[in-house]
């Protein structure tokens, strides 16, 4: 019996599902929904290095934002901001960039974060909770 759909991998608890197109951050987040899911909120280490690796170390959205009040960033999908991963300087809102992605591990990144502007192209990755069966 598996806990996650078709097309869904699981990890620690939570399913995940890879979307190989780019979308802008709040459309990207609008087809994990479609989904029942969001994009992915990050709270460990572990958890960061799997799902940019989901993506071969391209750069993906991560659920994180701080659209509503700048300088406070929150998860989509309404979990606690206890893990963070940013590159050096960020995040620096250059632009007014109020939405995340992952660097990857290309070009000597090391799956770290960086703000970004939330209509830029990303590919993504949605997360939700187990199936229940």
Not at 3 to 24: A, E
Not at 106 to 129: A, P, S
């Amino acid at each position: 019996m598996d806990v996650c759909q078709d097309d869904w991998t699981y990890f620690k608890g939570y399913c995940y599902r890879k979307v190989s197109s780019c979308d802008s951050w709040s459309s990207s987040q609008g087809t994990c929904a479609t989904l029942g899911a969001s994009l992915p909120s990050i709270h460990s280490q572990e958890e960061n290095v799997y799902v940019q690796s989901l993506h071969g170390g391209e750069h993906s959205w991560l659920g994180l934002s701080d659209i509503k009040t700048e300088g406070t960033f929150l998860w989509s999908d309404g979990t606690p901001f206890d893990f963070h991963y940013w590159a050096k300087q960020q995040p620096n809102n250059f632009k007014n960039e109020d939405c995340v992605h992952t660097l990857g591990f290309l070009q000597g990144y090391k799956y770290e974060w960086n703000d970004v502007n939330c209509t830029d192209c990303h590919r993504f990755t949605c997360k939700k909770g187990k199936a229940r069966t």
